[in-house]
């Protein structure tokens, strides 16, 4: 993929509640092209797509709401206690997701792009990218966040950091760390400083 693209890709990855978003839209402010993959997940499954059809088929119609949109409340719950159905979801998809962004970023001509994708690392797409950018925060400060913001339960919050990787271990992989510990000011500064680099270093 690398070879043949003119646009750089910067994946972005971060742990649950750790600001990934709020960083992905900061770019966005700035004219950079931002592909979620969760924003593509959620367009995969609309009522009478292939993926939600694959899903209802593996998990039961009760997964469908009444206007046939999915139950992704009730999707969530059952995959988040059961690794092997969550196993399946993924299978459903992950390869289309990370085909819908790929054909997204051919057609771009910008210098560089990012790929705001949570499992980057989990999923060996770090290898595909051109960067790996991952942003940072204490494990108090986003429990607080998400049960502040999401009003998730923080056993809950507990039980999906369980499942996932460490900062120390995302950093492993990371050309480049944000740590959001701070003010959105002091984010935002350390998001511009990046956006030089990666202009510098990409547009051309």
Known sequence: MKK??????????GGI????????????????????????????????SPQ????????GPDMQNS???LDRAGLARIVFNDTERRKTLESILHPPIRQ????????????????????????????DVDRVL?????????????????NLAEQDVQKVMSTQLTDRERIQY??????NDDTLEN?????????????SLFDS
């Open 4 to 13: 043949t693209r003119k646009t750089r890709t910067i994946g972005l990855t």
């Open 17 to 48: 509640g750790s600001g990934k978003s709020t960083v992905a839209d900061m770019f966005s402010n700035m004219r950079v092209s931002v592909l979620s993959a969760d924003q593509v997940s959620r367009d995969l499954v609309t009522p009478g």
């Open 52 to 59: 939600l059809e694959q899903i209802v088929d593996a998990f």
């Open 67 to 69: 206007d046939g949109s």
């Open 100 to 127: 819908c962004m790929w054909d997204a970023v051919s057609v771009l001509r910008d210098g560089y792009c990012i790929l705001e994708i949570p499992l980057l690392i989990e999923t060996g797409q770090w290898q």
């Open 134 to 150: 991952v942003v940072t925060s204490n494990r108090k400060t986003r429990i607080r966040r998400l049960t502040g913001t999401r």
């Open 174 to 179: 990371a050309d480049d760390v944000l740590k």
């Open 187 to 199: 984010l935002a500064e350390q998001v511009e400083r990046l956006h030089a680099l990666y202009s």
